[in-house]
């Protein structure tokens, strides 16, 4: 059973950084891509970042470029988010997600598997 659990999620001062956690297990395959996401109340789901399995390429958002940065662990199945410079506009729910494929979409309707999602929350 292919299961995606999200932690580090919660509140942050602006400016400051939080880094989110995506643990992956029962995967169907060797070959997939781990994608960051996150939807805030009222807007639509948007991609942030993409790791691939195979070689750790990765993919960002134009919009996402210079504040996230997705890295993996060596196990290839725990996959981080780090947020940096946290804005008024950053507090959403952020979700990961699996694509299984040999490349690394940002559409959230080409991934496959999804986690409950973790909180984000940006206050003074």
């Known amino acids: 059973q292919v299961r995606l659990v999200e932690s580090g999620g919660g509140l942050v001062q602006p400016g400051g950084s939080l880094r989110l956690s995506c643990q992956g297990s029962?995967?169907?395959?060797?070959?997939?891509?781990i994608g960051w996401f996150r939807q805030a109340p009222g807007k639509e789901r948007e991609g942030i970042a993409c790791?691939?399995?195979?070689?750790?390429?990765?993919r960002y958002a134009d919009d996402m470029k210079g504040r996230f940065f997705v890295s993996r662990d060596g196990d290839k199945l725990t996959v981080q988010l780090q947020m940096s410079s946290l804005k008024s506009e950053d507090p959403a729910v952020y979700y990961c997600a699996v694509h299984f494929g040999s490349y690394c979409p940002l559409d959230s309707r080409l991934f496959d598997f999804w986690g409950q999602g973790a909180q984000v929350t940006v206050s003074s």
């Open positions: 029962g995967f169907l395959s060797d070959t997939y891509g």
């Open positions: 790791i691939m399995s195979t070689d750790g390429e990765t």
